[in-house]
């Protein structure tokens, strides 16, 4: 059981803006950044969303993040057959002084 | 060119122990928190460990406290876990991954860069 809540299957076609959700509480995301990670079949993961919202270089911009309270959200608009991974969310945890992901969301483009 | 690549894994026996040890290459080593994330078979991400830039500060998961030891050397640009007491539910593909400088809670969970990780199996 992750401390952070995440659906574990997204799926959407090209045209449409798929979004990822994470749910959290008062002592991750209710005060600390969220970071998203992408992991290709077979791969490391990768930094996608970092502070939030923040995109690193080279991150294309239909990826976009957001946090409200203690819940934060991946958009992805109009994903790409090549977007197919697992996404996770990541926060610090203040109660538990450590570093908490979520269980990770399988996404499928149609 | 930022490289990290991982090396001491391999099949161990339930009590055993091995050292995991993390090459670095293309940038300052000694700048940089550095961390251990670790993934079970068909399982998703798990923190381990985290480490100052200059080793002076660490944090541990609760399920590895008292049983891993993270730690660098900074002239060698290499990290390191040192893992004892191994269980079953330690099986995992571990993964070194490059931070920020700041060694601060909130930027902790940011791993910029990853290795291409080393499999710990722990079986009988």
């Known amino acids: 059981q992750s401390v952070l809540t995440q659906p574990p299957s997204a799926s959407g076609t090209p045209g449409q803006r798929v979004t990822i959700s994470c749910s959290g509480s008062s002592s991750n995301i209710g005060s600390n950044y969220v970071y998203w990670y992408q992991q290709l079949p077979g791969t490391a993961p990768q930094l996608l969303i970092y502070?939030?919202?923040q995109r690193p270089a080279g991150v294309p911009d239909r990826f976009s993040g957001s946090k409200s309270g203690t819940s934060a959200s991946l958009a992805i608009s109009g994903p790409r057959s090549e977007d197919e991974a697992d996404y996770y969310c990541?926060?610090?945890?203040?109660?538990?002084?450590?570093?908490?992901f979520g269980g990770g969301t399988k996404l499928t483009v149609l | 060119e930022v490289q990290l690549l991982e090396s001491g894994g391999g099949l161990v026996q339930p009590g055993g122990s091995l050292r995991l040890s993390c090459a670095a290459s293309?940038?300052?080593?000694?700048?940089?928190?550095m961390s251990w994330v670790r993934q079970a078979p068909g399982k998703g991400l798990e923190w381990v460990s985290s480490i100052s830039g200059r080793g002076d500060s660490t944090y541990y998961a609760d399920s590895v406290k008292g049983r891993f030891t993270i730690s660098r050397d900074n002239p060698k640009n290499t990290l390191y876990l040192q893992v004892n007491s191994l269980r079953a539910e330690d099986t995992a593909v571990y993964y070194c991954?490059?931070?920020?400088?700041?060694?601060?809670?909130?930027?902790?969970?940011?791993?910029?860069?990853w290795g291409q990780g080393t499999l710990v199996t722990v079986s009988s």
């Open positions: 502070r939030n919202n």
């Open positions: 990541a926060a610090w945890d203040d109660s538990l002084s450590g570093v908490v």
């Open positions: 991954a490059r931070g920020v400088g700041d060694f601060w809670s909130g930027y902790l969970p940011r791993f910029d860069y």
């Open positions: 293309g940038f300052t080593f000694s700048s940089y928190t």
